[in-house]
């Protein structure tokens, strides 16, 4: 019974997450209705004007831009098949009714698939984190927690 409650209240915060336009959305570049309403253009998520707007400001040497890039490469893939199981079980849980004989079962892979994008997330910040100096880190922390807000997005602060 504990852990079924258990189960239960990770779907429920699941579901708070499922507004996220990050965590939820196939690609960057399928979300027209966004642009306007978020903070980075599309393609930020996987490298993009952003990540080369932070190369810059962060006066990113050619050989860590390198290493920067070789590594969004490397997670890419995974990446972007997270998302799209993470929007496709956002729509099938909004068609869903509260009696549904699937909620549960969706609901529990859902907060699975957002467990593992936020770890493979967090393998790729740490990787990313090794290509920067100290100042560089420094630098990126004031960044993020400038630009913090509330967005989940932005998870990232060198070396955790």
């Not at 209240?9 to 979300?31: E, I, K, M, N, Y």
């Not at 969004?72 to 009696?99: I, S, T, V």
Request: charged share 30%.
């Amino acid at each position: 019974m504990k852990m079924h409650s258990s189960l239960l209240a990770a779907g429920l915060v699941t579901l708070g997450f499922l507004g996220h336009p990050g965590l939820s959305q196939a690609d960057p570049g399928d979300r027209p209705y966004m642009q306007g309403r978020h903070c980075h253009p599309p393609g930020d998520a996987e490298g993009g004007p952003g990540m080369e707007r932070m190369a810059d400001h962060l006066n990113l040497s050619k050989e860590q831009r390198q290493a920067m890039h070789a590594i969004e490469d490397k997670y890419r893939p995974e990446m972007r098949d997270l998302r799209q199981l993470l929007a496709d079980n956002r729509a099938a849980l909004m068609k869903m009714d509260a009696g549904d004989a699937k909620l549960q079962e969706t609901a529990e892979a859902q907060g699975k698939t957002l467990a593992d994008t936020m770890i493979l997330r967090k393998k790729m910040h740490a990787e990313l984190d090794k290509v920067l100096t100290e100042e560089q880190r420094q630098t990126l922390g004031k960044m993020m927690a400038r630009h913090q807000g509330g967005n989940m997005h932005h998870e990232w602060r060198g070396g955790e």
